[in-house]
Every structure is written in structure tokens, then in C-alpha cells.
């Protein structure tokens, strides 16, 4: 029996930092974002740039990754992910970094036994100066309007059904040593739970 465990939360809310601190604590992490980069970086990105009147690399990733849902499915990230961790993952517990809906929750609770969601919580401003300094391309001169547009685009994903469906939920927004420290607190809950 596999126990999947996955977070859930806007942009640069402190997700990596759950899927580290799984990682340090011996957990398989299995990040959906690299599963659909991976297939990302397989397209012809000018070809792409003209189809969805782009030039920003991370606008485009995201508007790709609009494209591929409405072509296959609102669940299709996490299907891949899920075929990924089938076929490649050999662990009792797997952390998925990066549900963003009820249906990709609903692909992953048809397919393993127990899954459970951890919401991470952080304000617009702190999220914004995370990604200002998380040195990701494309994001040093993020503004609040880039932020607001990728909110609203997860949000068009079905990001705030997920989030109101999280079984625990954990604020971001004091030091690094709380945060973990409630990190710790959650996945000793899931387990006895579990």
C-alpha cells in the first residue's frame, strides 16, 4: 500500500520547503512541476512562443500547461505523476509537490490507498518577495499584477477547491524553524493516522 501525501497552496507559499523537508526525512518526493516540465522541454518553445502569443518563459510554461489540460483533461498532471510513481517509485509513502485540483486529488485517491493533503498558507507580499528571490528565470522583476495572473490562472485550475478540501493546514509566514517544525507536526499526525 502506497501513502501519497501532497501539498497544496498559491505560488511560493513554501511547498519546496514541505517537499525538502520529506526529502531529508527519507520520504520519495515526486514533484508534478517536473513532470510537466519534462515534457515541456521536449517542445519546439518558438513554435510555442507564436502559438500562445508569448515571449516570457515561465508565461509560456504556464500557458502550455493551460493548453495541455484543456486537451487532455484538467487531471492530465496528475495522471502523468501518478503513472510516474507506478512505474518508477518503490516506497511506502510518496510526497507529490504540487496538486493544484479536485481533480487531480481525485486521480490520485482512485489510484493509491491513502492520500492526504497539506495546504501551505502565506500572504500575496510574502509569496511575492519569495519568488523576487528564489532565482527561477524569468522571476526577479516579478511584479504583483505577474503574481495576481499566476494566481488567477491556478485558481482557474481549480486551486481553491483543493484548498478548501485540505486535510491539514500549516502558515508560512514566521521563521524557517517554525514552519518546520510544523511540517514535523503534520506528517507525525499523517502517520499515526495512517
Known amino acids: 500500500m502506497v501513502t501519497i501525501i501532497t501539498s497544496v497552496g498559491y505560488p511560493a507559499a513554501g511547498k519546496s520547503v514541505v517537499a525538502d523537508w520529506m526529502e531529508r526525512s527519507g520520504i520519495t518526493v515526486v514533484s508534478m512541476g517536473d513532470q510537466l ?11 510555442l512562443k507564436q502559438e500562445l502569443e508569448t515571449s516570457n518563459t515561465s508565461s509560456l510554461l504556464g500557458k502550455w500547461a493551460t493548453q495541455q489540460r484543456n486537451i487532455h483533461g484538467s487531471d ?8 510516474h510513481i507506478e512505474n518508477n517509485v518503490d516506497a511506502d509513502t510518496v510526497f507529490v509537490d504540487g496538486l493544484r485540483s479536485n481533480e487531480e486529488l481525485s486521480r490520485f485517491q482512485e489510484r493509491f490507498e491513502s492520500v492526504y493533503v497539506i495546504l501551505v498558507e502565506a500572504s500575496r507580499e510574502t509569496r511575492l518577495e519569495r519568488i523576487r528571490n528564489r532565482g527561477r528565470e524569468g522571476e526577479s522583476d516579478f511584479t504583483i499584477q505577474d503574481l495576481e495572473e499566476r494566481d488567477s490562472r491556478e485558481e482557474g485550475w481549480g486551486l481553491v477547491n483543493v484548498i478548501e ?6 502558515e508560512n509566514e514566521s521563521s524557517m524553524e517554525h514552519f518546520k517544525n510544523r511540517i514535523s507536526q ?4 499523517i502517520k499515526n493516522e495512517d
Open 165 to 170: 478540501d485540505a486535510d491539514y493546514k500549516i
Open 186 to 189: 503534520v506528517f507525525n499526525d
Open 76 to 83: 492530465v498532471v496528475a495522471k502523468w505523476t501518478a503513472e
Open 37 to 47: 516540465r519534462s515534457r515541456f522541454e521536449k517542445q519546439d518553445k518558438e513554435k
